[in-house]
């Protein structure tokens, strides 16, 4: 389906940090775009009021994580394009989209290498204790807090896409062992990375520093839970910059209580798409062996920026009628 840009196409921009640069390059095209006035979906994954007028006069949407349903996709049946500013996309009725006929596109590789940076910076923060170190300091109390080194142990990577990759790569300067549990990937792809592929039960038995790196679906949600945390060493540190629901937060938050963890690093908790957790959230953050972050871990102003222009590239090609780069591609189900 050929979509002309002209002064009556409209681009709504929702993602937080949508940049000029990539707003820019719509107007280019001959693109209108609404930024202005309306709430970023990031902020609370709400569509809010002001998004859906927005949303009534636009062909194309460039979003962070709002919730995409079957009603809203009826309720606009001119929104024939959906760039997701990100690779997950775990709050959008997929079969909807194809149902309906959209076209929906990610932004992969914009900030991959972000999130590794983030998730080894998370291993050496919960290993060595700095955020203790920081509200010791802040409460003026004395004393050492003694942490553990990342250098010499095993880190396990639980799915090696390109992310944990990435990861691996970061970390041959910690001459680290690396081991990865992925069912979806053949061993040889593995080895050229230095990776050691294994079951699940061995990489959790066997790693000092456990990261998550999995996709959230059935078979992933709450793939660490009470049982999987019996499985790992007393001495080992979780860091999770994937998907909070890859966790029980709950068996997470009783393992640390119990000593059965050394800590966690995390960018992502449960609570971020379940209000009924928030309260296990906040004990979280009171215990001194965990560190959080706010989803932070692919907000990079770099990787933002290659991400916007990515999103804005997709909807011009989309409206344009030009070839999308495949691995762009969720779903494109929009009539030839």
């Given at each position: 389906?050929?979509?002309?840009?002209?002064?009556?196409?409209?681009?709504?921009?929702?993602?937080?940090?949508?940049?000029?640069?990539?707003?820019?390059?719509?107007?280019?095209?001959?693109?209108?775009?609404?930024?202005?006035?309306?709430?970023?979906?990031?902020?609370?994954?709400?569509?809010?009021?002001?998004?859906?007028?927005?949303?009534?006069?636009?062909?194309?949407?460039?979003?962070?994580?709002?919730?995409?349903?079957?009603?809203?996709?009826?309720?606009?049946?001119?929104?024939?394009?959906?760039?997701?500013?990100?690779?997950g996309y775990d709050t959008i009725d997929v079969a909807a989209v194809q149902a309906h006929r959209r076209l929906l596109t990610i932004t992969p590789g914009s900030n991959e290498a972000t999130v590794a940076d983030h998730a080894v910076g998370l291993m050496l923060a919960a290993g060595r204790r700095y955020f203790e170190s920081h509200r010791r300091m802040q409460s003026g109390k004395s004393g050492v807090s003694v942490g553990t080194e990342l250098s010499g142990k095993t880190v396990g990577l639980v799915g090696l896409g390109r992310i944990a990759r990435l990861v691996a790569r970061r970390l041959a300067g910690f001459d680290v062992r690396v081991m990865a549990h992925d069912p979806y990937l053949h061993r040889d792809v593995a080895d050229l990375d230095g990776?050691?592929?294994?079951?699940?039960?061995?990489?959790?038995?066997?790693?000092?520093?456990?990261?998550?790196?999995?996709?959230?679906?059935d078979s992933t949600r709450h793939l660490i839970d009470r049982h999987a945390l019996a499985r790992m060493k007393p001495s080992s540190i979780l860091i999770n910059t994937a998907r909070g629901e890859l966790v029980d937060d709950g068996a997470l938050?009783?393992?640390?209580?119990?000593?059965?963890?050394?800590?966690?690093?995390?960018?992502?908790?449960g609570s971020e798409h379940?209000?009924?957790?928030?309260?296990?959230?906040?004990?979280?953050?009171?215990?001194?062996?965990?560190?959080?972050?706010?989803?932070?871990?692919?907000?990079?102003?770099?990787?933002?920026?290659?991400?916007?222009?990515?999103?804005?590239?997709?909807v011009i090609a989309a409206l344009q009628g030009q070839r999308l780069p495949p691995d762009a591609i969720v779903v494109d189900a929009r009539s030839p």
């Open positions: 389906m050929r979509h002309p840009a002209n002064s009556s196409s409209c681009v709504l921009a929702t993602a937080r940090f949508f940049d000029d640069k990539a707003a820019n390059l719509l107007r280019t095209a001959g693109l209108t775009v609404l930024t202005g006035g309306v709430a970023h979906d990031a902020v609370d994954a709400v569509i809010s009021e002001a998004m859906h007028d927005a949303l009534a006069r636009c062909s194309a949407w460039i979003m962070g994580i709002p919730p995409v349903t079957a009603d809203l996709l009826a309720r606009y049946p001119n929104l024939s394009v959906m760039a997701r500013r990100g690779v990776v050691q592929l294994a079951s699940l039960d061995t990489v959790l038995a066997d790693s000092d520093f456990i990261s998550l790196h999995a996709p959230l679906n938050l009783a393992a640390l209580k119990g000593g059965r963890l050394a800590g966690a690093g995390l960018d992502v908790v379940d209000a009924s957790l928030e309260a296990i959230t906040r004990e979280l953050l009171t215990l001194p062996n965990v560190i959080c972050t706010q989803h932070t871990g692919g907000s990079s102003r770099e990787g933002l920026a290659r991400a916007n222009m990515r999103a804005a590239q997709c």
